[in-house]
């Protein structure tokens, strides 16, 4: 089971909320919820690693990812602003490696939850 540790008070924020719910489908491996999140021409950017383009590229993968198990997400910010959101914090792995990260995210429109692009940047600190 995953621990999540969420400092943001999303408040009465909706788009706030939903990435916090988006971040804790990452590290619980719930691709249903993510894959429903993300246009159909979602591009993700992995800073110094990758760019996947496309819902199905992308589906692959998070399929690849879910192997890897979160024992703990710290969730230390969450913004959103029209048609733009970023979240950071830390997750730990059950083999005792801790990333921290940031994403920045871009949405189909200022009013929706769907994601249309995502930058991540993952850096090692453990």
Known sequence: MTKIISSPNCGNSPKMEFLKEFNIAFAKGDLAFISDSVTD??????????????????????????????????????????????ANGIMKMQDGKEYAFSEFYVFQVAKGTKIKSMTSYVIGVS
Do not use: C, P, T, Y
């Open 41 to 86: 021409d979602i591009v993700w950017n992995i800073i110094g690693n990758k760019k996947i383009e496309g819902k199905e590229r992308f589906a692959v993968e998070l399929e690849k990812m879910k192997s890897k198990k979160v024992s703990e997400l710290v969730l230390e910010q969450i913004l959103s602003h029209g048609k733009e959101g970023a």
